[in-house]
């Protein structure tokens, strides 16, 4: 694995941890706006999440 691969795959925990953060404050928070928020950040960090992990897949394949 290559530096760059390392370094996609130490940002990905670290997008998970975020994204387990964030759902946590998800279920305590019951102002609307704030979960608005909340659920918009989980959608932005996820699909980070996926681009990183999509990037690994294409680099690893060859």
Known sequence: MDFISRVAASKMAT???EIADL???LAATHDETK????KKRIRENET????LA?????????
């Open 48 to 51: 980070y999440y996926e681009i």
């Open 35 to 38: 979960r608005k928020t909340l």
């Open 15 to 17: 997008i998970k941890t």
């Open 54 to 62: 999509e990037r690994l897949r294409v680099k690893t394949r060859f």
């Open 23 to 25: 759902k946590e404050k």
